[in-house]
C-alpha cells in the first residue's frame, strides 16, 4: 500500500492536505497513479486497472484521464458508521427464506445507503480531492465521472461488468457528496445481488471504491468498446472496436448500432501499412450528451443526418486505439475488454476503463460444430453472437420487472437489455434484441453465459409474435438468422488436440469474410478457395460496371439502390474497391501468414445480370455456363473497367493492407492465350507475376487445361483443380441437372484419371498443384486417392475439414485408425 493516511496525497504537485490527523489511519482516498494491480483490495479492479495504466503505460503513449478513488476502508467505516450491516444481513436472510422478493429486497438495502450520511472524515477527503482535482485540471469545478468499483470484480473467471453504477456529468461539491452515496447504494442493485448470489460471493467480504476522474467531453464527440480479440469466436490477431457519437453508455448497453471497425495486430508495427479489415458503418439513431438543465445530468437525442452518414473515427484514430489495445493486452499478459472515449474539445482518445476479456478469451481447445439439416423461413437477422443454434417458443419482454412470464427455456425477445436482464438472461435458450452491436450488454453477456444471440435485428420484437416457435442460427457467419418453427439441427464437438497430422496440407474454402474466424482453431494451412464473387454478391451487391458507368443505368429503382448503398463514397468505384479489399484481407487474415488463395470473380452472366444495376451490362446466353465468364470477361470491352476495380482492390489488399499471403486465382481459363491475354490486363494494373512476390494460380477445371498442362505451368504459379466444372466437361453433365445428378461422379474412372495425370504433369513443370472442388469433402476415398497420388494441397467446406483429415491421416498413415 503507498501512503498509510487519511488521504493519500499524490507524489506530484496539488497534494490533498485538507484535516489530516496527526496520528496514521487507513487512507480514505487515493489518488489513481499511486494503486496498481496489487490494490484490487483496496481499490477494486476498475480503479487498479485505471492506476495500473496510469503508472506503466501513460509513457507508451496511451492516455488515461487523472482522479483519485476512494478506498475499502472509506466504504466500510460508512457501513460501520451508519450501522448498516445488521439490518442488511436481515433483509438477505429474507430473500433466501423467500420472504421477500428481490426487487422489495434490493429496494430496502439501496434505501439503508441513500438514507444514511457520509462520515465528515470522508466528506472531507472526497471535497479536498476534488479541489485538487480541479487546480490539476485548471478548472472551476470540473464535471466528473463518478465510477463504481467492487474489490471482487473484474476477476479472470468472472465478469461483474454492468454491476454498480456510473454518473456522469457531476458538478460541484454537493453533486459529487451524493453520486458517492448512490455508487455504495449500487453494490445492492437487484443484478449485482443475483449475480453475487449465483457466483457464490459473500456480499459483505465486497467492498466498493469509488472512482472519481475529469469527464472526457465525448459527449460533444464520440465513445465506444474495444476488445483486444474477436468477442465472437476467440480468434487472437485482432482488435475489434466499436464506436457511436456521445458518451459511450449507449454503445455499452447496446441501444444504439455503432460502427464497427477490426484491425489485424501482427501488422501493426508496420507504419506503411493500414491494416484495417473491416469498417461497418453503424446507424447511430441517437446519442448521449450533457443535459442542458434540469436533475437530469445527461440526456438522450437525436443523432443528424451527417452524424449517421459518418464513420465517429478516421484511420489513423482507429489505427491508435488498436496499438494501444495491444500495449494494453501485452502488459496484463490476457485478452482485455476497454472503453475509449474522445474529447471533443481537444480532440484526444483516452482509454477509460480495461478489465479482462472473460468470454472468447476462456474458450476451451475444442470446437462445436453446429449445422442446420433442415430449411425454414428466414423471419430477421443481426449480428451472430456465438455458433450455437437454438430453438423454442418466443418471448417477448419490454421491461424487466416482467420477468415472472418468461418461461424457462424460452427465447428472449427485446428491444434491448442492460445489466437488470441478466437474472432473466440466464434462463434464456436464446437472446434476440432490436438494437445493439457485437459489443453491447446483450452480446456480452450471452457470450459469457453460453447462450447464443442475435443483436441488433431491428424488426424482431414488431415481426415474431409471443409462442411462436423460431429457430435462431448463429451457425451461418457473422450475420445471425432467425427461422420459422423448429428447424433440426446438428452438434459435433471435436477436441482439436486429439486430431492426427498429415503431410498432406489441408486448407479450407471461405465463402464469405464474416465465416472466416470462426474456423481459426482448425489446423488449416491456409485458405484454399475464397470466391471474390461471393464478397461482391453478399457485401457489395452492386455490379462493378454500374459503378464506373453509373449513366447508363437505366431502372430508377436500382439508381436509388446504388446511391444509399455508396452514400459516403464521391467516387462509387471507391466504394466496390474499399469493400472487397477489406473482404479478402478478412479472409487473409484469419490464416496469416499461409497462404489465401483468392479467385478473380467467376459469376456468369445471368448471376452478374442479378446484381443491382446489372441488367443493363449483361448480354442474355442461351448456356450461361459455357459462356461470357471466368477468365473471358476480364480482357473484354463490356468487362474490363470492372476487372480493373478487383485488381485495384487485390492491390490494396497486399500493398496498404498489407497481406502479402493473398495468391490470386484465375478460374475458367480456356486457352494459353487467354491466359497471356488475362496476365498482361493484370500487369496494367499493377499486378505483375513475381513482383512483390505475387504468385498467381490458374483453376484447372477444364480438359484443355489438362491436355495442355505443361504450356499452362508456364505461365502460372500453381494449380487448383476445380472438380465441378471438370467433372462437368469432362462427362458433358449439366451440374445443375436433377435428371443426370446420378451420372455426376468425380469418382468416374475418366475423371480420376484426368486428375491423377494433371498432377504428375504440374510436379513434373515444377509448380504446386492442390484441388478446392467439393470431391474430396464428399468422398473419403476420392481425398484417399488424391494423396496416393501425392496431391501438394486439398480445400475443404470446414464442417468437413475434421472427418476428411481423419481419412487423410489414416491414407498417409495406416496405423491411424479411423473413428
Request: charged share 25%.
Amino acid at each position: 500500500m503507498t501512503d498509510n493516511i487519511t488521504v493519500a496525497p499524490p507524489p506530484s504537485a496539488n497534494p490533498i492536505t485538507a484535516n489530516q490527523p496527526t496520528q496514521p489511519e487507513p487512507a480514505l482516498v487515493l489518488w489513481l497513479e499511486t494503486v496498481g494491480n496489487r490494490d484490487v483490495a483496496t481499490v477494486g479492479g476498475k480503479n487498479a486497472s485505471l492506476g495500473e495504466m496510469i503508472a506503466a503505460l501513460r509513457p507508451s503513449g496511451v492516455r488515461i484521464p487523472d482522479g483519485f478513488a476512494t478506498t475499502a476502508s472509506a466504504y466500510r467505516g460508512f457501513v460501520a458508521t451508519n450501522h448498516i450491516e445488521p439490518r442488511l444481513r436481515a433483509a438477505l436472510e429474507a430473500y433466501r427464506r423467500g420472504d421477500a422478493d428481490l426487487p422489495r429486497t434490493g429496494d430496502a438495502i439501496r434505501r439503508l445507503f441513500l438514507e444514511a450520511t457520509l462520515p465528515e472524515p470522508l466528506a472531507a477527503a472526497v471535497r479536498a480531492a476534488y479541489h485538487a482535482l480541479s487546480a490539476r485540471t485548471g478548472k472551476t469545478e470540473p464535471a466528473v465521472a463518478v465510477r463504481s468499483s467492487a474489490t471482487a470484480e473484474d476477476l479472470p473467471d468472472a465478469s461483474f461488468a454492468g454491476q454498480q453504477e456510473t454518473f456522469l456529468n457531476i458538478v460541484g461539491e454537493a453533486a459529487l457528496l451524493d453520486a458517492c452515496r448512490r455508487c455504495y447504494a449500487s453494490l445492492f442493485t437487484d443484478r449485482a445481488i443475483a449475480y453475487r448470489e449465483d457466483k457464490g460471493f459473500d456480499h459483505l467480504a465486497v467492498a466498493l471504491s469509488i472512482g472519481v476522474q475529469p469527464m472526457v467531453r465525448s459527449d460533444l464527440s464520440g465513445s465506444g468498446v474495444m476488445f483486444s480479440i474477436d468477442p465472437e469466436s476467440g480468434f487472437p490477431r485482432v482488435v475489434a472496436i466499436s464506436a457511436a457519437w456521445g458518451l459511450g453508455e449507449t454503445v455499452v448497453q447496446g441501444s444504439v448500432d455503432p460502427d464497427e471497425y477490426v484491425v489485424f495486430k501482427p501488422l501493426l508495427g508496420d507504419g506503411r501499412l493500414k491494416p484495417i479489415l473491416d469498417k461497418r458503418l453503424g446507424a447511430k439513431a441517437t446519442k448521449l450528451i450533457y443535459a442542458a438543465s434540469g436533475e437530469a445530468r445527461t440526456s438522450l437525442v437525436e443523432t443528424s443526418d451527417h452524424e449517421r452518414r459518418s464513420f465517429v473515427l478516421e484511420d489513423d484514430e482507429i489505427l491508435e486505439l488498436a496499438r494501444w489495445a495491444v500495449l494494453i493486452e501485452d502488459h496484463y499478459g490476457r485478452p482485455m475488454d476497454m472503453e475509449w472515449a474522445r474529447d471533443g474539445e481537444t480532440g484526444e482518445i483516452f482509454i477509460v476503463q480495461a478489465r479482462p476479456e472473460t468470454a472468447g478469451a476462456g474458450r476451451k481447445a475444442s470446437l462445436s460444430l453446429w449445422r442446420l439439416t433442415g430449411k425454414g423461413v428466414a423471419l430477421t437477422t443481426g449480428a451472430a453472437v456465438g455458433e450455437a443454434i437454438a430453438s423454442g417458443p418466443a418471448c417477448i419482454i419490454r421491461d424487466p420487472r416482467d420477468l415472472a412470464r418468461f418461461p424457462d427455456g424460452a427465447i428472449l425477445v427485446t428491444e434491448m437489455t442492460d445489466p437488470d436482464w441478466t437474472p432473466l438472461m440466464r434462463r434464456a435458450a436464446g437472446i434476440i434484441t432490436d438494437h445493439g452491436g457485437a459489443t453491447s450488454h446483450a452480446a456480452i453477456v450471452s457470450r459469457e453465459l453460453g447462450v447464443p444471440a442475435i443483436v441488433g435485428t431491428g424488426t424482431a420484437t414488431a415481426v415474431l409474435k409471443n409462442g411462436q416457435t423460431i429457430t435462431l442460427s448463429c451457425a451461418e457467419g457473422d450475420r445471425g438468422v432467425v427461422y420459422d418453427g423448429a428447424v433440426p439441427f446438428t452438434r459435433e464437438d471435436v477436441d482439436l488436440a486429439a486430431l492426427p497430422e498429415a503431410r498432406t496440407d489441408l486448407m479450407i474454402n471461405l465463402a464469405t469474410p464474416g465465416s472466416s474466424f470462426r474456423w481459426w482453431r482448425l489446423p488449416a494451412k491456409g485458405v484454399g478457395l475464397a470466391r471474390m464473387e461471393f464478397i461482391i454478391s453478399d457485401l457489395i451487391r452492386i455490379h462493378p460496371m454500374a459503378l464506373v458507368h453509373p449513366e447508363r443505368v437505366t431502372d430508377p429503382a436500382a439508381r436509388a439502390e446504388i446511391e444509399a448503398l455508396t452514400c459516403g463514397y464521391s467516387d462509387k468505384t471507391e466504394y466496390f474497391v474499399d469493400t472487397l479489399s477489406r473482404g479478402i484481407a478478412r479472409i487473409a487474415a484469419a490464416c496469416h501468414p499461409h497462404p489465401a488463395i483468392v479467385r478473380l470473380s467467376d459469376f456468369k452472366s445471368n448471376e452478374y445480370a442479378h446484381l443491382i444495376g446489372g441488367a443493363d451490362f449483361e448480354p442474355t446466353e442461351e448456356n450461361p455456363m459455357l459462356g461470357f465468364r471466368g477468365a473471358s470477361r476480364y480482357y473484354h470491352e463490356r468487362y474490363r473497367d470492372g476487372f480493373a476495380l478487383e485488381c485495384r482492390a487485390i492491390r490494396r489488399v497486399r500493398e496498404t493492407i498489407g497481406m502479402s499471403n493473398v495468391i490470386v486465382m484465375v478460374p475458367f481459363c480456356r486457352t494459353v492465350d487467354e491466359a497471356d491475354r488475362v496476365l498482361a490486363e493484370m500487369s496494367r494494373h499493377g499486378l505483375v507475376r513475381g513482383e512483390d512476390g505475387l504468385q498467381i494460380y490458374m483453376m484447372c477445371e477444364i480438359p484443355a487445361n489438362v491436355i495442355l498442362a505443361e504450356e499452362f505451368a508456364s505461365r502460372f504459379d500453381g494449380f487448383s483443380i476445380g472438380s465441378n466444372d471438370l467433372t462437368q466437361l469432362i462427362l458433358g453433365v449439366d451440374r445443375d441437372s436433377e435428371m443426370l445428378a446420378p451420372l455426376f461422379d468425380e469418382r468416374n474412372a475418366a475423371v480420376a484419371r484426368s486428375i491423377l495425370e494433371v498432377i504428375h504433369r504440374a510436379h513434373a513443370s515444377g509448380i504446386k498443384i492442390g484441388i478446392c472442388g467439393q470431391a474430396p469433402s464428399n468422398y473419403p476415398e476420392f481425398a484417399e486417392l488424391l494423396v496416393h497420388a501425392g496431391i501438394d494441397s486439398i480445400s475443404l467446406n470446414p464442417d468437413s475439414f475434421v472427418a476428411t483429415l481423419r481419412h487423410v491421416a489414416k491414407a498417409e498413415h495406416a496405423e491411424i485408425p479411423a473413428p
